[in-house]
């Protein structure tokens, strides 16, 4: 009855790796139990984390085809594109969130256009708000800008706006820093930078306050909902951006928070299940509305059964 901070599995979101073809699933092995998958089968995924009580999927893309302008991320026929029209077939009632980000999809692996060694800003957020677009027209709810490019966030709006999207809602990566933590959906997504770092686009780990700058300026350019990325190493940013905005706020707890639970628990050394419900109670309590988890389903299933 006393309990300050509850934890339910409607405010868990799961992430989904989408490839071509059909009837495909290649494990990812520094993802224990998280694969990439053919839309078909991500549909099945999808739908049994659905009937285990988790409202929301983020759906991330990965092409056979590269190149220096990132055309496989604004396809039609793109592999998000696919995966999202599959989601929404078998499971109608699902929240369909999509990452919306060049690097899978361009050859060097940096979140925008590269322009004599430097990612440009601004030719970079034309091609986000059109990648950003498509996902819409292909269905999906929520589109999530995660490229930390300046000015993103109002490029995007007033793209969905212009093609008749005002539905479309913007999940900003408002918050991300530049992160070990994200090695393992590098080698998922291989998405990894040919060269140099993402420093010059994503944040300064050792930086709080910039965090709320950051998030004043999404919410000045129309974002419906912020994210703080990574979430256990940075619970002081969620708490502190909790208090700076009244939009609802996610956390991301990234592929490599997932994975040093995992790996410590196969060689016995911490119990999984108790770790990771600990580690989720402490994001919510910091201050996460919701919670973007390689273990949703499993914890909607820990917590249904106790
Ligand atoms: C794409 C993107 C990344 C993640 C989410 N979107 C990787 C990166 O910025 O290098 C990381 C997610 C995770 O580690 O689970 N920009």
Redo the contacts with the bound molecule.
């Keep these: 009855m006393v309990r300050e901070t509850r934890l339910s599995p409607d405010q868990l979101m799961l ?1 989904l790796f989408a490839v071509g073809g059909s009837g495909v699933e290649i494990p990812i092995e520094a993802l224990p139990g998280q694969s990439r998958q053919s839309p078909d089968v991500l549909a099945r995924r999808a739908r049994a984390a659905l009937d285990a009580g988790v409202p929301a999927v983020l759906l ?1 893309g990965i092409p056979e085809h590269k190149d220096a302008a990132a055309t496989g991320a604004y396809d039609a026929n793109g592999v998000v594109q696919h995966a999202i029209a599959a989601i929404k077939d078998a499971a109608p009632d699902l929240v369909v969130v999509t ?1 919306v ?1 060049l ?2 999809y361009t050859d060097h692996g940096h ?1 925008g256009v590269v322009v004599d060694g430097r990612v440009h800003n601004d030719m970079s957020i034309e091609l986000i708000a059109r990648t950003a677009v498509s996902h819409a027209d292909a269905g999906a709810d929520v589109v999530a800008p ?2 930390m490019m300046d000015g993103r966030v109002g490029a995007i709006r007033a793209a969905l706006d212009a093609e008749g999207r005002e539905e479309t809602a913007i999940l900003s ?1 408002a918050v ?1 820093y530049a992160s070990a ?6 080698e998922a ?1 291989g ?2 930078p040919g060269f140099g770092d ?1 420093r010059g686009y ?1 944040m300064d780990p050792a930086n709080g306050r910039e965090a709320l700058r950051e998030v004043a300026q999404d919410e000045a350019e129309g974002a419906d909902m912020m994210m703080v ?2 979430a256990a190493a940075y619970l002081d940013v969620i708490a502190a951006v909790r208090g700076a905005t009244s939009l609802p706020l996610a956390a ?1 707890h ?3 928070e ?1 994975a040093m639970l995992v790996a410590a628990a196969r060689l016995g050394w911490l119990d999984e299940r108790d770790a990771a419900l600990e580690t989720l109670t402490a994001i919510r309590r910091a201050g996460a509305d919701v919670i973007i988890t ?1 273990h949703a389903e499993r914890a909607a299933q820990w917590l249904a059964t106790g």
Excluded: H
Aim: net charge positive; proline share 10%; with cysteine.
């Design positions: 992430p991330f990452d980000c690097c899978a979140c995660s490229d990566y991300k933590f994200y090695g393992p959906f590098r997504a998405s990894a993402r994503q990325k990574p991301y990234v592929s490599g997932y390689y």
